[in-house]
């Protein structure tokens, strides 16, 4: 029997690279793929005859863990597994109090992420293995996220915190590139890392965020 499967991501090139994995498997069938979670609600109001979600956490409109918790009360039938980039203790325990039934890698290859569908779909929960052993620590200390909460730890690198402080001044990436003496390309590289160690989508939610926690 075929798994019916949607795919839900706000990078359509991730989304490609889901499919290209999935489709080595005659008996996964993706019916769906939506761009954040209000597409995918809207996807799910026409038709919910799905078994499994696979959902990205940062999105913007309305995020993976957002989408679970709605999704779980709506269509309790469909399995959700998180596939993210991000491996960071709170979103793990957000998701997994969210309703999820797995918490996989993006870099997963093929069969593993094959297997994890399987595994999710026979009443298990995919996890990788660095997922895991989080997971059972935050069982341990359930206390410890609530108090990591508002104590994040983000590490950028020195070169990383001076393009945030030209970027916080509203300067271009040209001029950010000349004041530092790097090439245009090397600070929209070192811009895509900021942003995604910082979890955010943009200049001003990465220069709030920075000020936040102290790192400009």
Partial sequence: MNIKIAIVDDNSFLINAVKEKLSFFDDLDVKF????????????????????ILLDIEMPILNGIESTEIVKQKFPHIKIIMLTVFDNDENIFNAIKAGADGYLLKEINAKDL??????????????NPSIAMKTLKLLRNPMDIESKKDQEVIKLTQREVEVLEQL?????????????????????KHIENIYKKLQVHNKLEAVSKAKKNNLI
């Fill in 114 to 127: 094959y297997n994890g569908i399987q595994e999710t779909m026979n009443g298990g929960a995919a996890m």
């Fill in 33 to 52: 793929t939506a761009c954040h979670g209000s597409d995918l609600l809207l996807k799910l109001s026409e038709n919910h005859n799905l078994d499994l």
């Fill in 168 to 188: 916080s001044k509203g300067l271009s990436y040209n001029l950010i590139a000349e004041n530092l003496f790097l090439s245009a390309g090397t600070v929209r």
